[in-house]
Nanobody, 124 residues
Framework: QVQLVESGGGLVQAGGSLRISCAAS????????LGWFRQAPGKEREFVAGISFNGARTTYADSVKGRFVISRDNAKNSVYLQMNSLQPEDTAVYYC?????????????????WGQGTQVAVSS
C-alpha cells in the first residue's frame, strides 16, 4: 500500500504562483512513478503532469506546459508541483497519484494510489 498526502493548496490571485506538495509513505519511493491530476467543479478529472521514478522524465498537459513544473525529492519521499502564472481556469482540487512501473500514465486508471486532494483557487 501507498499513502499519499497533499499539502500547500490555497487561494492565489491570477498571475501568481503556488507550490503544492505530496508526501508518500508505505513503499520504497523510488519504485513509484508519480502524477498530478486535477478536478474542477462540474468537470472530469484531468491529467496535469507526471514524473518518472528517478525524475529523469516528465510530461505535462498542454494546458499547463511552460507554466507548471513537476519535481520530486527521493530523499524526502515527496513530489511537488510548482504552478506559475496561475489563471482562474486552474482552480480545482489537485490530486497526487502513484503507480508502480516506469511508464508515466496520463489516465486516472493508470494510477493505483491517490491522495485526498488539496484545493487550489485562483481569483481574477
Amino acid at each position: 500500500q501507498v499513502q499519499l498526502v497533499e499539502s500547500g493548496g490555497g487561494l492565489v490571485q491570477a498571475g501568481g504562483s503556488l507550490r503544492i506538495s505530496c508526501a508518500a509513505s508505505g513503499r520504497t519511493f523510488t519504485t513509484l512513478t508519480l502524477g498530478w491530476f486535477r478536478q474542477a467543479p462540474g468537470k472530469e478529472r484531468e491529467f496535469v503532469a507526471g514524473i518518472s521514478f528517478n525524475g529523469a522524465r516528465t510530461t505535462y498537459a498542454d494546458s499547463v506546459k511552460g507554466r507548471f513544473v513537476i519535481s520530486r525529492d527521493n530523499a524526502k519521499n515527496s513530489v511537488y508541483l510548482q504552478m506559475n502564472s496561475l489563471q482562474p481556469e486552474d482552480t480545482a482540487v489537485y490530486y497526487c497519484a502513484a503507480r508502480l512501473g516506469t511508464r508515466i500514465g496520463a489516465r486516472g486508471d493508470d494510477y493505483a494510489y491517490w491522495g485526498q486532494g488539496t484545493q487550489v483557487a485562483v481569483s481574477s
